[in-house]
């Protein structure tokens, strides 16, 4: 994925002077910056052959993704936007997914040429920004893209297609406007040392007083340390049925290195590193430990180890993980994972092959339930989509942009639900 790129404008424009008069020592300042926030989104197109012929205006559509606050999806037209262009083109649109009020955005649009030459083909509004400005989408279903993105006898015979598969990149910069302030002098605070120090206090064993025997092996710690740090400790050695002398407890049903990765994440407040837990010979993979490390947080009640082991299995799902992250986010009361679960596995282009993993098995075995909530979840996204698509053909705004297909000149042209046009010229 390429870089993202910042734009700025204007950034030391809006300098104001105020509180002052002849004679007065009195003065005070702001400065309002302007600067895009940016992010971007890979959409691939497997199958294209495939996708030809489903007609003028049939688009296949991109899953969201979330930029500056809104959300958005990549819509390609194997056919072409518009009967009139009699399917020479190929057309693509970035669109505005969630309701937004007049949201100023910056686009880039890039046909990735999958060779190593990189010669991708880029249309980017970016580089227009000073002249243009950034475009205005004031509802959700506005739209912003080219209706001659390129025509599709050349692009069929090009380096972009590969294996009859087509990769699109979109980058996104919504505007924001901040008023910023004069900062007075100020001291830099190192961070806290705290997690170190504690680390290193467990490392020496200095002031053990408790052993734990987790299978084969044993770890030491601090009784005070664990108890202020997890409620189950505390009540184990400091409550009314708990035995503050006790020196050794025997841990059943947790392996042993996630075992000692809880006790680094309890000492240091760290998420723990996967080499210092499990050495250079990995006994699973990322996924499983985190898994199986998540499970044993919400054993001990270790809240935020929980979210921290969410956040991390939020970004490692497949559709060879997806099944069994699911059956353990239900088992372990994980709303905000079970939900990216559900609606990553009910998306059309991914549940076929959720349906075939092993851990699909797994899944109908330990949470038959999920597969009611899935098959919900799935037609939930049918819907919506259904919906995007109604709103979009009756009451949206589209920002379209035919570009000549010998690389010439560009017409931007841009039409609003009121029906004017605007021509410019680049």
Aim: charged residues 25%.
């Amino acid at each position: 994925m390429p870089p993202i790129r910042k734009h700025s404008r204007g950034a030391k424009s809006g300098e104001s002077m105020g509180n002052s008069k002849p004679g007065s020592d009195q003065e005070s300042c702001s400065r309002s910056i302007s600067e895009t926030v940016n992010g971007s989104h890979r959409f691939t197109i497997k199958g294209y052959s495939l996708a030809k012929g489903m007609g003028a205006g049939k688009y296949l559509m991109s899953d969201t993704f979330a930029v500056g606050g809104y959300d958005w999806a990549i819509y390609f037209y194997p056919d072409g936007k518009n009967p009139e262009d009699s399917n020479a083109y190929v057309s693509v649109f970035i669109a505005l997914v969630s309701e937004g009020t007049d949201v100023r955005a910056l686009f880039e649009l890039t046909l990735v040429d999958q060779t190593d030459s990189g010669k991708d083909k880029v249309h980017s509004h970016f580089d227009r920004a000073l002249e243009g400005g950034p475009y205005t989408l004031k509802y959700r279903g506005s739209m912003w893209g080219y209706k001659k993105f390129f025509r599709r006898s050349l692009l069929e015979t090009s380096e972009f297609l590969k294996d009859d598969c087509l990769v699109l990149n979109c980058t996104v910069g919504v505007v924001r406007t901040r008023l910023e302030q004069p900062k007075q002098f100020t001291i830099t605070v190192p961070s806290s040392d705290m997690g170190r120090d504690l680390k290193d206090f467990l490392d020496s064993e200095a002031g053990c007083d408790i052993v734990f025997q987790v299978g084969d092996e044993q770890f030491k710690a601090h009784k005070l340390i664990l108890a202020a740090r997890s409620r189950v400790f505390r009540a184990q050695f400091y409550g009314l049925v708990g035995d503050c002398n006790v020196h050794k407890v025997v841990v059943e049903d947790v392996e042993p290195f996630i075992f000692k990765a809880m006790l680094l994440f309890i000492y240091t407040d760290k998420f723990p590193d996967i080499h210092e837990v499990m050495g250079s010979s990995p006994l699973c993979t990322f996924t499983v430990m985190v898994q199986h490390l998540l499970a044993a947080a919400d054993l001990y009640n270790l809240d935020r180890l929980k979210l921290l082991c969410e956040s991390k299995l939020c970004k490692e799902i497949t559709t060879e993980t997806v099944a069994t992250t699911l059956a353990l986010a239900e088992q372990h009361q994980c709303r905000q994972l079970k939900d990216v679960c559900l609606k990553f596995a009910a998306n059309p282009s991914n549940l076929g092959a959720v349906m075939q993993s092993d851990g699909y098995k797994h899944l109908e075995e330990s949470c038959p339930s999920m597969l009611v909530e899935l098959l919900e979840t799935f037609a939930s996204v049918d819907d919506n989509s259904s919906l995007l698509s109604s709103r979009k053909r009756s009451g949206s705004s589209i920002y379209g942009l035919d570009l000549p297909a010998d690389g010439g000149g560009t017409v931007a042209e841009s039409a609003n639900p009121n029906g004017r046009r605007v021509r410019r010229r680049y």
